[in-house]
């Protein structure tokens, strides 16, 4: 199993920047893919940026440019660096880890944090 813990939500004005942080913990070594994902109020939760082993990354079109994600491996730890950021960026934010275990993909998920961009 792996545990996740987001932190470096808040509060922001549009245009400022903030980084979250993901740490992981557990069976790491099985993690294939990390991720971050974002739920506003009434709307459904959504795929925004995405890192694999091999150190490719992927975006939503939403944050393409503004948006990067990247890996410490050393900390075990994923980062989300948001700049630019717009009221429409407000959401809960989480943390995703897809692992492979023999032909098994476990989801391990992070409690969310909140991140309010005031206009």
């Known amino acids: 199993q792996v545990q996740l813990v987001e932190s470096g939500g808040g509060l922001v004005q549009a245009g400022g920047s903030l980084r979250l942080s993901c740490a992981a913990s557990?069976?790491?070594?099985?993690?294939?893919?990390m991720g971050w994902y974002r739920q506003a109020p009434g709307k459904e939760r959504e795929l925004i940026a995405a890192i694999i082993n091999n150190g490719s990354t992927n975006y939503a079109d939403s944050v393409k440019g503004r948006f990067t994600i990247s890996r410490n491996n050393a900390k075990n730890t994923v980062y989300l660096q948001m700049n630019s950021l717009k009221p429409e960026d407000t959401a809960v934010y989480y943390c995703?880890?897809?692992?492979?275990?023999?032909?098994?993909?476990?989801?391990?998920w992070g409690q969310g944090t909140q991140v309010t961009v005031s206009s």
């Open positions: 557990g069976t790491i070594l099985r993690i294939v893919v």
């Open positions: 995703n880890s897809d692992s492979i275990y023999g032909s098994t993909w476990l989801d391990s």
